[in-house]
T-cell receptor, first 112, second 112 residues
Framework: AQSVTQLDSHVSVSEGTPVLLRCNYS??????LFWYVQHPNKGLQLLLK??????LVKGINGFEAEFKKSETSFHLTKPSAHMSDAAEYFC??????????FGTGTRLQVFP | DGGITQSPKYLFRKEGQNVTLSCEQN?????MYWYRQDPGQGLRLIYY???????QKGDIAEGYSVSREKKESFPLTVTSAQKNPTAFYLC???????????FGSGTRLTVV
């Protein structure tokens, strides 16, 4: 069965320092993987997606993620955090062609 | 602009009452979904529909009902049988899950 595990429920960084949000997945076949961001009381916005093309995926707002099959990981990174990056981030795996399975989320705090 | 519209943004309901949450999309997407979000639990699938006049239960369908009479619309009714309805409800649509979803901005339902 497909699943995702977000390894940290909270991550705190200082503005201008790197961001690393960790995600491991479980899938019986080649998965489609996504990262979404949610600001308070808002819907989810797609940051980036992996669909079996390049293993390093670049997304919006300077975020990127690397698909590592040997480690079953899809960690989200950004070289330099900005205050506006403070939000909740969800790692997601696609099940077949219709349903998505969401991780429990990582709350990112950015301190000045 | 194409997108998904959820209304209302905030909704208050008395115990024992049914209430209907609206979700409309103009993206020409075939599939539509309803998720419930509670703090620390990520998103849980309530119902989904891949085609007009057809829908399937998700992981937590008890106490909810849906209809899909038009491609653009997928309303969710929270019935009095739902024991703990206070939550943030998100609607989404997709061409296919493998390409990710587009989310609405959500409806926060509070039972008073």
């Amino acid at each position: 069965a497909q699943s995702v595990t977000q390894l940290d429920s909270h991550v705190s960084v200082s503005e201008g320092t790197p961001v690393l949000l960790r995600c491991n997945y479980s899938s019986s076949y080649s998965p489609s993987l996504f990262w979404y961001v949610q600001h308070p009381n808002k819907g989810l916005q797609l940051l980036l997606k992996y669909t079996s093309a390049a293993t390093l995926v670049k997304g919006i707002n300077g975020f990127e993620a690397e698909f590592k099959k040997s480690e079953t990981s899809f960690h989200l990174t950004k070289p330099s955090a900005h205050m506006s990056d403070a939000a909740e981030y969800f790692c997601v795996v696609s099940v077949g062609t219709d349903k998505l399975i969401f991780g429990t989320g990582t709350r990112l705090q950015v301190f000045p | 602009d194409g997108g998904i519209t959820q209304s209302p943004k905030y909704l208050f309901r008395k115990e024992g009452q049914n209430v209907t949450l609206s979700c409309e999309q103009n993206l020409n997407h075939d599939a539509m979904y309803w998720y419930r979000q509670d703090p620390g639990q990520g998103l849980r699938l309530i119902y989904y529909s891949q085609i007009v006049n057809d829908f399937q239960k998700g992981d937590i369908a008890e106490g909810y009902s849906v209809s899909r009479e038009k491609k653009e619309s997928f309303p969710l009714t929270v019935t009095s049988a739902q024991k703990n309805p206070t939550a943030f409800y998100l609607c989404a649509s997709s061409i296919t899950g493998a390409y990710g979803y587009t989310f609405g901005s959500g409806t926060r339902l509070t039972v008073v």
